[in-house]
């Protein structure tokens, strides 16, 4: 038994060509019916039709005998050969071809639509654990990843992901980095992190920039390019097992206070606009400790410098951020009235 021709085997398998094979038994019915019973067009069309989707119908005209070997010829060739294209057709929709489509249509339509999101350059052991944060903390983002592996892990775990490289301009484009709150680049290596970051800084000059550095070479090469702040995993995991070592208990104090797990405490960052009824006014005339049973933490002035445990008389100025620490609702609240514009 000779084995099947894999040419033939893929090309019999192409929704197309079972589609023209179908048009040409439709075709030749319907000339076989002008030619032998002298039907008009339409009328041979009808009856190929019927015949070949074996309906049931009643012939259009009477057949002579011609007319029915013709149509016993056109059963056996126009009935399987429909069956075939139909099923072909829709296991092609099914399997393949228009889900996928659709899924890729509906994470273009939630790209356009992103606003004030993060862009996560890099969906490895860094970048999934971020984004599992920000689904904690209901802070919208989309990925950038180019590795395929990790980029099916982004889509599997249900995240709207770009499969592309961060440092090109185009894709940050298409993650919407002119609408975005934040871009944090943790791709593979320092290199890439510092191209990434160099496009990001010329597409958005106000743009808030987080980038991670294995290297302390690569701090200094990424606030060059323009990361607004560089985290080394490698230091800061080194200092925080050195803390626990030293003070557990204010380990724990802080992991309870910045854990979106904990609904009880936490604590958060408020910026302070110029018509906010905050600004130009002591800590002590706001009241924050009665009025919103929040303790503030610190100040951070506009210029960057950080006050740690203001004293009651401290003001507040346009610009700030308090670090304040309280209850979640208390925090909205607070929020709400530091941030009106």
Not at 87 to 92: F, Q, V
Request: net charge neutral.
């Amino acid at each position: 038994m000779t084995p099947k021709n894999p040419l033939l085997l893929a090309l019999a398998q192409r929704p197309a060509l079972a589609a023209l094979a179908l048009s040409v038994v439709i075709a030749s019915g319907t000339l076989g019916y002008v030619l032998i019973e002298g039907w008009g067009p339409w009328d041979a069309l009808y009856m190929t039709v019927i015949t070949i989707t074996a309906v049931g119908y009643r012939e259009v005209r009477p057949l002579s005998r011609p007319g029915e070997a013709f149509t016993m010829v056109l059963l056996f060739a126009g009935v399987g050969t429909a069956l075939y294209t139909f099923t072909l057709i829709a296991t092609t929709v099914v399997e393949g071809g228009l889900p996928a489509r659709l899924q890729v249509r509906r994470r273009e339509r939630m790209l356009e639509t992103l606003q004030d999101h993060y862009i996560i350059c890099g969906y490895g052991r860094i970048g999934s654990t971020i984004a599992r944060q920000f689904v904690r903390e209901r802070v919208p983002f989309v990925i950038v990843e180019r590795d395929a592996p990790r980029y099916q892990s982004a889509l599997d775990d249900g995240f709207l992901a770009i499969d592309a490289d961060a440092s090109r301009e185009d894709v940050l484009r298409r993650a919407g980095i002119d609408r975005a709150r934040g871009l944090i680049a943790v791709v593979g290596t320092d290199a890439e992190n510092v191209y990434t970051v160099l496009s990001a800084r010329s597409l958005a000059p106000g743009l808030v920039i987080v980038g991670r550095a294995e290297t302390e070479d690569a701090v200094h090469k990424l606030k060059r390019a323009g990361a607004s702040r560089v985290v080394s995993p490698y230091q800061i995991g080194a200092v925080q097992i050195a803390h626990t070592a030293l003070r557990p208990s204010v380990v724990d104090f802080v992991e309870l206070a910045t854990s979106s797990e904990n609904l009880e405490l936490a604590i958060e960052e408020i910026p302070v606009s110029s018509a906010s009824g905050l600004a130009n006014r002591s800590i002590l005339e706001v009241n924050l400790r009665q009025r919103y049973d929040v303790i503030v933490v610190g100040i951070q002035r506009e210029g960057g410098r950080m006050e740690f445990n203001p004293e009651p008389d401290t003001p507040i100025r346009s610009g700030d951020t308090l670090v304040v620490l309280g209850r979640p609702h208390s925090l909205k609240r607070l929020e709400a009235e530091a941030i009106v514009s």
